[in-house]
């Protein structure tokens, strides 16, 4: 699979709430499939079951069988090298920028003073 597939996968997993719901859960810690469940009682295991389902294809969460339980466990590493490849390098470009706005707007100013009346320039006419 290409890393743009790759890509693809991640960015459709991080498509819904729901799933966002469930990763921010395993990054506080490992659950079990039930103890998911418990957490959305608006969706009925089958929907859990898919959710996790798309997470695992993106590589996002890693399931373990222990006994009859199913522990599901994040894998940040897909996040992280969505950081790494966009943003990353456009929080360094937009952080470049205002740091160049910073300079031109902080940046003394020389001065603008009025020619008086009857200076030189008015009296060439």
Same mark, same amino acid.
């Given at each position: 699979m290409s890393s743009e597939d790759e890509a693809d996968l991640i960015f459709k997993a991080l498509g819904h709430r729901v *799933? *966002?719901?469930?990763?921010?859960?395993l990054k506080a810690e490992s659950l079990t499939t039930g103890m998911l469940c418990a957490r959305f009682p608006e969706l009925d295991r089958c929907?859990?079951?898919?959710?996790?389902?798309? #997470?695992? &294809?993106? !590589?996002l969460v890693v399931a373990e *069988? *222990? !006994?009859?339980?199913?522990?599901?466990?994040?894998? =940040?590493?897909?996040?992280?090298?969505i950081h790494e490849r966009w943003i990353g390098p456009y929080a360094a470009y937009a952080a470049g920028m205002l740091s160049r #706005? @910073? @300079?031109?707007? &902080?940046?003394?100013?020389?001065?603008?003073?009025? =020619? @008086? =009346? !009857?200076?030189? =320039?008015e009296s060439a006419d």
């Open positions: *799933r *966002r719901s469930i990763l921010d859960l929907t859990v079951m898919q959710h996790l389902g798309v #997470l695992e &294809e993106a !590589g *069988r *222990r !006994g009859r339980e199913r522990w599901n466990h994040l894998d =940040a590493l897909p996040v992280h090298a #706005l @910073k @300079k031109v707007v &902080e940046k003394p100013q020389t001065p603008i003073i009025p =020619a @008086k =009346a !009857g200076t030189q =320039a």
